[in-house]
Nanobody, 122 residues
Framework: QVQLVESGGGLVQTGGSLRLSCAASGRTFSTYAMGWFRQAPGKEREFAASISRSGGSTYYADSVKGRFTIYRDNAKNTVYLQMNSLKPEDTAVYYC???????????????WGQGTQVTVSS
């Protein structure tokens, strides 16, 4: 399995931007599809975005489409989530995950980071 470490979370005002990073260990990063999920207090884990192994395909939840962009740099073993036009309802712990194929189902991802808190103030 691959080890994942997220960073880049923080407190931002409504309408602001943040870029999350997820650094992966090992030499097999390019063999994994990657995903970003989020979980707000008292709510279930929710899919946000997913990207293919090469980065050529992406998929977004309707709630973030047009505001968030997922991309990866396989040379740096890192996947990113650029978040623009943030809203209070985006407040959550954000997790990156690695899996064998793109999916919106968190069960399909076998490796997870520890999460990074994103808080959007109104």
């Amino acid at each position: 399995q691959v080890q994942l470490v997220e960073s880049g979370g923080g407190l931002v005002q409504t309408g602001g931007s943040l870029r999350l990073s997820c650094a992966a260990s090992g030499r097999t990063f390019s063999t994994y599809a990657m995903g970003w999920f989020r979980q707000a207090p008292g709510k279930e884990r929710e899919f946000a975005a997913s990207i293919s192994r090469s980065g050529g395909s992406t998929y977004y939840a309707d709630s973030v489409k047009g505001r968030f962009t997922i991309y990866r740099d396989n040379a740096k073993n890192t996947v990113y989530l650029q978040m623009n036009s943030l809203k209070p309802e985006d407040t959550a712990v954000y997790y990156c995950a690695a899996g064998r194929s793109m999916s919106i189902d968190w069960h399909d991802f076998g490796s997870w980071g520890q999460g990074t808190q994103v808080t959007v103030s109104s």
